[in-house]
């Protein structure tokens, strides 16, 4: 089963009173359920990382480029 993230207000009352978050990753591992709290700090700095690239400053699409055009001489 692949990992799947759910608000904690889906949760049943007595579970969601324990979770000091507002979303939970679930993960099923050997038969088991895991719930793990997800910081939603870091989760939004996780994705404005993997977004980085299409965010309006630019600079990241710049550093990206970049770092393209040199692979592209060393194939050379």
Not at 5 to 29: A, G, N
Not at 41 to 56: D, H, N, P, V, Y
């Amino acid at each position: 089963m692949s990992d799947i993230i759910l608000s904690t207000s889906t949760l049943p009352e007595p579970i969601y009173r324990r979770i000091r978050s507002d979303k939970v990753r679930v993960h099923e591992e050997n038969g088991a359920i895991i719930l793990t709290p997800i910081d939603s700090i870091k989760q939004a700095e996780t994705t404005e990382r993997l977004c980085g690239m299409f965010m309006s400053d630019g600079h990241t699409v710049d550093r990206f480029m970049e770092q393209k055009r040199l692979e592209k001489e060393l194939e050379r």
